[in-house]
């Protein structure tokens, strides 16, 4: 495989303190800051499904509470792996019972790296 397109975003959940959520809008903002036209125009590739692979590499202050097939949902073309390693941040937040338990803003790093499979 060769690595085609690394991009990199952070998401947050601002009342509770939800990682796999945090999770998630960090792959959605990745993944919505480029455009992989260069595959097609560039490569001549039709078939994403089974020629682009996606590593998703996320740094969290819990890692392990991540739902990774949560995360792999967000890039519906392609394989796509995840990989949860400690990082992230947490700050003092608000509390707002309608908006979830806790008072911590929870953020989360995510690196896509695009592969395309020879």
Known sequence: MKRFLVEFAMGT???????????????R??????CLC????????????NRMHIHVKLGSTNPEGIDVEQVKAEL?????DVECV???MQCEG??????????KITMVIAALTVYIKD
């Not at 903002?29 to 480029?34: D, E, K, P, R, V």
Request: charged share 20%; hydrophobic share 35%.
């Open 76 to 80: 519906p073309l392609g394989t796509v």
């Open 13 to 27: 959940d601002l009342h509770g303190q939800n990682v796999t959520k945090a999770a998630c809008k960090a792959v």
């Open 86 to 88: 400690p990082g992230g």
């Open 38 to 49: 260069g595959i097609s125009d560039c490569l001549g590739i039709e078939d994403l499904d």
């Open 94 to 103: 608000l509390h707002v019972d309608e908006f979830g338990e806790g008072d």
């Open 29 to 34: 903002n990745a993944i919505s800051n480029c």
